[in-house]
């Protein structure tokens, strides 16, 4: 997820362009490593230094971009292993399912133990 100066968006809506980031908005680039813009498209000006982003340490492993985002702002503190069985095999990602629920969370839980334990 990358903060742009006035919206939020996702990485997964994002054009990647050498090493900036494009904003599908407004189609400025953001700098990968330092979140700085390095280009506003229909300005010849100066870019001003408040126009840049918040970077969080990320990496590409087992078909997926992982980020680390820490409350207190710490680098990871450890790193997923690469499946090599997800890079021989070929598994891709085929789509999610969300689903909304109208109940407390611990009967969630506890109805995940119940099940754990009878089944």
Not at 19 to 33: A, R, T, V, Y
Request: aromatic letters at 14%; proline letters at 7%; a negative charge.
């Amino acid at each position: 997820m990358i903060i742009v100066p006035l919206l939020l968006f996702s990485v997964c809506v994002v054009k990647v362009i050498g090493n900036c980031i494009e904003c599908p908005f407004h189609g400025w680039l953001f700098d990968g490593e330092t979140g700085e813009c390095s280009k506003i498209p229909y300005s010849s000006g100066k870019i001003p230094p408040q126009a840049k982003v918040k970077v969080w340490p990320s990496m590409d492993i087992n078909g997926s971009i992982l980020v680390w985002h820490d409350a207190e702002g710490r680098e990871p503190l450890w790193f997923p292993e690469e499946m090599t069985d997800v890079k021989n095999i070929g598994m891709k990602y085929c789509g999610c399912s969300t689903h909304f629920m109208n109940v407390h969370i611990e009967v969630l839980y506890l109805n995940y133990i119940l099940y754990s334990i009878f089944y």
